[in-house]
């Protein structure tokens, strides 16, 4: 009988009895090496198109077993990426200079969203996991995700709050992922020492306030904080609070 994989990770399942004399060669390459990945490696995932799956083979290497994604690209655009339908944590870092969404396919190796994508700006990482049809940011212990400067920003949710370092144009912040019922996130953004002009996604799943205003530019040098709740119901990140340094 021949060998075969899990569902998972692709991982060998010898057959008691078999593989007699070459079970090594089995275990090494099917089962050790491919664990090693899965817990601590890094794929550099090239790409080409808007839209792309990752390699997914079984009982083999392929860059979507690997804990950590570095993505990059020549596409001169937004871009998405493809996991296999299947559950998985993944750090991803888009070392890019375009936004880049990753979702689960419907079927290993096809570009057809499962369900629900997470959006890495570029030049930033993000932790995140997924139960093979949905992916989630995962929030925690983690350092916020940020940004420098951007003619669209679309924040990261993947933890609680999402940095402008050192805004020097006017953006377009746009509408993050969708997130979970009375999530918080929270905005800090700083100019480059030069007042920019703010403008903001306020269609459905963008940003609706409740209460207050959307700051329509920054002050030099002052940190503007802006804090949102999703409401899931309303499919909007609700503005509740803005507050500027003194």
């Known amino acids: 009988m021949a060998t075969s994989a899990t569902a998972l990770l692709g991982l060998a399942l010898p057959v008691t009895g078999t593989l007699s004399g070459t079970w090594g060669d089995t275990v090494n390459t099917s089962i050790t090496s491919l664990v090693d990945s ?16 990752m390699t997914a083979t079984v009982l083999a290497a392929n860059e ?6 570095k993505l990059t690209t020549t596409t001169t655009a937004a871009f ?9 944590v993944y750090v991803l870092w888009n ?5 880049a969404t990753i979702y689960n396919s419907t079927v290993s190796g096809n570009t057809t969203p499962a369900g629900l994508g997470i959006l890495v700006p570029a030049g930033t990482r993000a932790f995140v996991i997924t139960d093979g049809t949905n992916f989630y940011g995962a929030t925690g ?7 420098t400067t951007s003619a669209t ?3 990261l ?11 020097a144009e006017a953006p377009l912040f746009a509408a993050p992922a969708p997130g979970v019922d009375g999530q918080r996130l929270v905005l800090r953004i700083l100019d480059n020492g030069t007042s920019q002009t703010l403008l903001w996604t306020t269609t459905s799943g963008g940003y609706r306030v409740i209460g207050t205003s959307l700051p329509s530019a920054t002050v030099a040098s002052k940190v503007l904080y802006v804090a949102l709740i999703y409401n899931a119901q309303a499919v909007f990140w609700d503005v509740v609070a803005v507050a500027l340094q003194n």
């Open 153 to 155: 920003i679309t924040p």
């Open 80 to 88: 998405a990426v493809y996991a296999p339908p299947t559950s998985k």
């Open 157 to 167: 949710i993947s933890t609680p709050q999402y940095s402008v370092t050192a805004l």
């Open 95 to 99: 070392a890019s200079s375009y936004p």
């Open 38 to 53: 899965a817990v601590a490696g890094v794929a550099t995932v090239s790409v080409t198109s808007a839209n792309q799956a």
């Open 64 to 69: 979507a077993r690997n804990a950590i994604i």
């Open 141 to 147: 212990a983690q350092a916020a995700n940020s940004v």
